[in-house]
């Protein structure tokens, strides 16, 4: 069985290849095989996953070696692949959803003569990130995470011809790499620590390293869940990522790639455990993300943008969760499966009603579709009750037991967290019920395309409605299914677990939650449902303005990074051409110089030559002679 | 004595330079064909040269010694270690793609029909630096190796000098002047080091009495020779200058992009990939070999002047307009790199920076060369003329961003392994230098993905609509060097294979431990 | 006699041998100074014979001689044609040999 690991990873790499080498040969077939190998990897995950069931819950942990990748004295790098629950989890999750987005991708990108690349670039994100999930140290962990990042950077420019895309793709890569650097010293740090950068005896040797060093380790490996899952102070690409073709957003920015920073953080839980002014740090992170992402999501009129505003603020709950230790992993992982479910279905919805809509993304320009898109409406609303957190559906369990965790960190700590998770839930409500009421709601807004033609809004197709309905299916579903099927026990030997005491009662915590959603949805009612919603923006207070340009994080970078790095490469050059080479330059030149004037003793007259020809022999003489007498 | 293997892998090349020259004018389609058929038979050889080496054997093998100079001791003495192999194995393995890839860069204009510049000339003169930088991975002789090191300089000055790219802004009297400029200025920086590495020689003739390598080791090694510390310095001085500026670390670089950006592209190779990992090689063999204690004494600055090049050259790459320039700066960078792998002093660092030396080898070939297809089809050098060119060649798009992600160190690409065993090694034992050479990474995805993004995203520009895709011959150039760097980077076993037990004699040689890990491994302890 | 007598007087006819050569313009007077330095060392290289007491001086002086009647012979003639071509035996005019 476990021989089967690799082949989770080497289907959808050879679909990869196939489809990237393949030539127009399989521009009719491709969108096909790709979608084949996709769900063939859910199906041997799903094999995996009935062996593990039959396992007994500490030994469930599969492993399987392929060869040393680089083998260097010393240095111990494998090929070799670690599936324990958490992977397994991830493993379902990224085939899962990958496969359904796959589907929805045959409608979608019909109309696209690359869509045959474009299942190759989706076969290589899955490959990519199945080999970060499964890997079993630190650097083939790597290699997955930047794997990702390359799929990511592929989707995200998939249109290339758009300057903006290109931009966007160019940026996401860049301030990933920030992050990889991170990834990388954390592995260097490991290394001169422990000699090895395996899960295994890395997080078993945990106990012996230093504090400190357990610290920087800890850091480092935010800064790079900091990048991959856009958190502040690295999330400003994850906006702009949106360029990227819809069915790119749901799988890779919203569903499975963002989250591998969670994932990170997890997996290292012994590192964090031991460090407790990184996991504070990581708390403290994921808090203002958590905030930061719920404004943006309020001001912006693009629906995808307002969803990846949502995103980064759901991920913030996440990588908040997962600071707080045993008592928040498992919580942690558990809403990154269930956002898995909604937040691609939202994005799924979104895109279906792009799709009908001439490709307009502005919300102000909807209205009223709810009875021209039925199958949409009604996904795109579980998701929607899902994320706010409506009780019962999947969100309501995940998000729920956040917060109760948030508050049993304790302390005055544990109040500000608990306050801030609260005010989070408040805040999605109010932009999930804009986001709802200004697209399927009210008047039509709708505008002429460039062409003058009207949109013309029908439902998509059935190979875009299924997916739809199924991870609707799933966002109803599944936090239900995980509070009653165990998920806790599922997780625990992995990630441990223990149960947080929060000093308020959880049924407190609960009908507060309820409480802080009901009065979001409100508001954005009152200001949403009950006004007509102008075409026009309006111009807002002084934080919409801001939040609408994501919190003039961009113009900070732009005006230190970009100015700045602009101006520090021109300057070298101009110095590296003036001074580095002048240097040499002025020493030819006063070579040159100096041949000039010693030219002119050649003047011709053989009596000159004679002279300094007597001259140097006396010289010589001299020194022959003075030597002598020393 | 036994078959001379070396000899004849670098006596091929050198025979067929002469047979190509002297094939008549009139045939010139013949002469290509001899040359590539020539480097092909080196590239066999050069595979019998890795087979046969025994990485667990003698640290010299295939040794071949007769006398030269009796009256000066000097040698005719050859000897491959793990690290020449694998450097012999890159330059039998680019040659071919070279000469292929600048199969029509020599061929007569058709406005100048009889001034065409002589296509045999080209692929010998090409031939002749291979014969030439073989021999001085084999020689372990130090004069010896010395002349090869100078005498090479003389095919490369013509190379650059006489066949410049034919791509250029401006009138063909600039172009003629500019493509001078550069080939005095590289032969002038080349020379100058060579001279102050004479001196050395000659130095070290006086101190040791011999010239050959492997004696004066071993004599160092057992203490029967004696340098006092002063003289060493010197000595490793006078060595590492003319190395440096071969190789070339900061600030004795400047002659790289003038250079590179006057060549054609494939001689742009011929430098970058093949002519400067001469500079790097001899500072792991000669430098660290013959001087280990001022090895030791220069190491912090020659860090702190490799730290610069990593940095110094990705920032002037962001910053340039051209091409082929931006590829010579990433070069400079990517040597800073290996400069400081070799001098961590670690065996993850050594490892990694003769890996990078092939690594970088073949990604910067992978990505100059499809450069310069790109180049030769619109016919600028200049960043800004392209737009959009993924839209209308997709498959030299393509190529390009797999040579640009290589470039970059992406994961699964052979640069990866390379880059990241030098930054491993630097951590270990310097710590700080290790995390600012980690900025590199982010500053090579900055340079590549811009010139990316400029060239071939974006809407189509008018003068690029026409631009053909990759034809037959340019896609035997370059898949093969994009197979390698994908198994290399998978699968870089067979070269560490080699590469290892040499990198244990060198650090034997300086006498110096890897640190150990702080927490001793639970697993390993038991 | 004391032979260092012999050396001031080669010291003499070399340093009249040499003035000639800076000062004289005509060619021929030119030559005829540079046998003198010649001479000046033969008759150096054979007092130190003397005084030494071996034959190297003097075999050198032989030397000296054959290359001093080579030279004559090539000097002359260069002369010899300068004076056909310019009409002049001055050295002066024979400046043509500068950058």
């Not at chain 1, 997780?491 to 407190?508: D, F, N, Q």
């Not at chain 1, 006063?590 to 020809?613: D, I």
Request: contains cysteine.
């Amino acid at each position: 069985m476990e021989n089967l690991i690799a082949l989770l990873v080497g289907v959808p790499l050879l679909g990869a290849a196939v489809l990237l080498c393949g030539g127009r040969r399989l521009d009719r077939t491709g969108h096909w095989l790709g979608t084949l190998l996709a769900a063939v990897s859910f199906f041997i995950g799903l094999a995996l996953f009935a062996d593990m069931l039959g396992k007994s819950a500490d030994d469930r942990a599969m492993h399987q070696r392929l060869f040393t990748w680089i083998p260097v004295e010393g240095f111990q790098a494998d090929i070799a692949f670690q599936l324990d629950q958490l992977s397994m989890t991830f493993v379902l999750l990224i085939s899962g959803v990958g496969t359904l987005i796959h589907v929805y991708s045959i409608g979608y990108m019909e109309h696209d003569e690359r869509r045959r690349r474009f299942f190759g670039y989706l076969n290589l994100f899955v490959a990519a990130m199945l080999l970060l999930v499964l890997a079993d140290n630190y650097l083939l962990l790597y290699f997955g995470w930047e794997g990702v990042g390359l799929a990511s950077y592929l989707l995200i420019g998939f249109w290339q011809h758009k300057p903006s895309a290109a931009t966007a793709a160019k940026k996401a890569f860049l301030v990933n790499r920030v992050g990889d650097m991170g990834l990388s010293i954390a592995i260097m740090i490991m290394f001169t620590t422990f000699g090895t950068f395996a899960f295994g005896p890395v997080l078993a040797s945990t106990g012996e390293a230093s504090q400190g060093t357990l610290t920087a380790i800890g850091l480092m490996l935010l800064l790079a869940a900091c990048g991959k899952s856009a958190q502040v102070p690295l999330q400003s690409w994850l906006g702009d990522a949106m360029e990227g073709p819809t069915p790119v957003s749901a799988l890779i920015h919203a569903a499975t790639m963002v989250t591998a920073g969670v994932y990170l953080i997890v997996r290292s839980a012994d590192i964090f455990n031991a460090a407790p002014d990184a996991q504070l740090v990581v708390t403290v992170v994921g808090a203002v993300t958590l905030l930061f992402g719920a404004i943006v999501g309020c001001a912006k009129d693009d629906i995808k943008k307002a969803l990846a505003g949502s995103t980064m603020s759901q991920i913030g709950y996440m990588i908040l969760a997962a600071g707080l230790g045993p008592i928040g992993y498992v919580f942690a992982i558990m809403h990154l499966v269930t956002h898995g479910f909604f937040k691609a279905g939202l994005f799924l919805g979104a895109g279906s009603v792009m799709h009908g809509m001439n490709d307009e993304v502005d919300m102000r320009k909807y209205g009223g579709l709810r009875k021209y898109m039925p199958v949409t409406f009604v996904t795109f609303g579980l998701g929607y009750l899902a994320i706010i957190g409506f009780p019962g559906l999947s969100g309501f369990f995940s998000k729920d037991k956040i917060i109760e965790a948030a508050f049993a960190k304790g302390g005055t700590e544990g109040w500000i967290l608990g306050s801030v998770t609260l005010l989070g839930a408040a805040i999605t409500a109010y932009y999930m019920t804009r986001v709802m009421l200004m697209t399927f709601f009210g008047e039509k807004r709708w505008q002429n395309d460039e062409n003058g033609e009207p949109p013309h809004p029908h439902e998509s197709p059935r190979s875009m409605t299924i997916p739809m309905i199924l991870l609707a299916v799933g966002s109803v579903a599944a936090g239900a299914y995980f509070e009653f099927a165990g998920f806790v026990e599922w997780l625990e030997p992995v990630t441990g677990y223990a149960h947080g005491h929060p000093p308020i009662s959880a049924a407190a915590v609960t009908a507060a939650t309820v409480a802080v959603m009901v009065i979001g949805v409100g508001l954005a009612y009152l200001q949403y449902g009950r006004r007509p919603v102008p075409v026009v923006a309006p111009r807002g207070s002084l934080l919409t303005r801001a939040a609408r340009r994501d919190l003039l994080q961009d113009d900070f970078n732009h005006a230190v990074f970009v100015t700045g790095g602009t101006h520090v490469t021109r300057s070298l050059v101009y110095v590296d051409h003036t001074l580095v080479d002048g240097v040499v330059n002025g020493t030819a030149a006063a070579v040159g110089g100096l041949s000039g004037r010693l030219r002119k003793l050649q003047n011709g007259y053989a009596r000159t030559y004679a002279v300094s020809m007597f001259g140097g022999t006396a010289v010589l003489i001299a020194a022959t002679l003075l030597m002598r007498a020393v | 004595m036994s078959f001379p293997l070396l000899t004849l892998t670098a006596a091929v090349p050198a025979a067929g330079a002469i047979l190509t020259a002297a094939v008549p004018a009139a045939r010139r389609t013949a002469a290509k064909w001899l040359a590539l058929l020539v480097s092909l038979a080196t590239l066999v050889l050069a595979a019998v040269v890795f087979v046969r080496f025994e990485p667990g054997g003698e640290r010299y093998q295939l040794t071949e010694s007769h006398s030269w100079i009796k009256d000066f001791g000097v040698r005719y003495e050859l000897g491959v270690d793990g690290i020449g192999v694998a450097l012999i194995a890159l330059t039998a393995l680019l040659i071919p793609f070279i000469i292929l890839a600048g199969w029509h860069d020599a061929d007569p204009l058709e406005t100048s029909s009889k001034r065409w510049r002589p296509t045999q000339g080209f692929f010998a003169l090409i031939l002749m630096v291979e014969a030439m930088v073989i021999l001085s991975f084999e020689a372990t002789d130090v004069f010896l190796f010395y002349v090869l090191f100078e005498a090479m300089l003389i095919p490369m000055y013509f190379l650059i000098g006489g066949f410049g790219d034919r791509a250029h802004s401006g009138s063909d009297e600039n172009a003629a002047a500019q493509r001078s400029y550069a080939a005095v200025k590289f032969l002038l920086y080349n020379l100058v080091g060579g001279l102050i590495m004479l001196a050395a020689v000659i130095g070290l003739y006086v101190v040791a009495g011999n010239f050959s390598l492997t004696e004066i080791a071993e004599a160092r090694a057992n203490g029967s020779l004696e340098m006092a510390t002063n003289t060493e310095r010197l000595l490793f001085l006078g060595f590492f200058f003319a190395f440096a500026v071969k190789a070339p670390l900061w600030p004795l670089h400047t002659w790289l992009p003038n250079a590179m950006g006057e060549a054609t592209a494939p001689v742009a190779v011929l430098i970058t990939a093949v002519v400067d990992k001469v500079g790097t090689f001899a500072m792991l063999r000669f430098c660290l070999g013959l001087f280990p204690e001022a090895s030791k004494w220069a190491t912090p600055a020659i860090i702190v002047l490799a730290l610069i090049s990593i940095v110094y050259g990705a920032l002037l790459a962001v910053g340039q307009r051209d091409i082929k320039r931006l590829v010579a700066y990433a070069s400079i960078s990517h040597f800073g790199f290996i400069i400081l792998g070799i001098f961590a002093m670690t065996t993850q660092g050594q490892s990694g920076a003769t890996l990078y030396m092939v690594n970088h080898g073949i990604s910067t070939a992978a990505l100059m060369l499809v450069a310069g297809f790109l180049i030769s089809r619109r016919g600028s050098r200049l960043i800004a003329d392209y737009g959009g060119v993924q839209k209308v060649a997709p498959v030299l798009a393509g190529t390009f961003l797999i040579g640009g992600l290589a470039t970059l160190s992406l994961p699964g690409l052979a640069p990866f392994v390379s880059e990241f065993l030098v930054l491993v090694g630097t951590y270990s034992r310097y710590p700080v230098a290790g995390i600012i050479a980690t900025t590199g990474i982010v500053l090579a995805a900055l340079y590549v993905l811009v010139l990316y993004q400029r060239t071939m995203t974006g809407p189509v520009k008018e003068e690029v609509r026409t631009l053909p895709d990759l034809r037959a011959r340019e896609l035997a150039v370059v898949v093969p060097l994009i197979a390698v760097l994908i198994f290399l980077g998978v699968f870089p076993k067979p070269l560490t294979d080699v590469v290892n037990p040499a990198v244990q004699h060198t650090m034997s040689d300086v006498q110096q431990k890897d640190p150990q890990p702080t927490v001793p491994n639970v697993e390993a302890a038991q | 006699m004391n032979p260092v007598n012999y050396l001031y007087l080669a010291a003499l006819l070399f340093t009249i041998g040499a003035a000639g050569v800076l000062i004289r313009r005509n060619a021929i007077v030119v030559f005829m100074c540079v046998e003198l330095m010649l001479n000046a060392c033969n008759l150096a290289f054979v007092t130190f014979s003397r005084m030494h007491g071996n034959l190297d001086g003097q075999i050198i002086a032989f030397f000296t001689m054959v290359v001093a009647a080579a030279e004559v012979v090539v000097g002359l003639a260069i002369i010899v044609s300068v004076f056909r071509a310019r009409h002049s035996a001055s050295v002066d005019d024979a400046s043509l040999m500068k950058l």
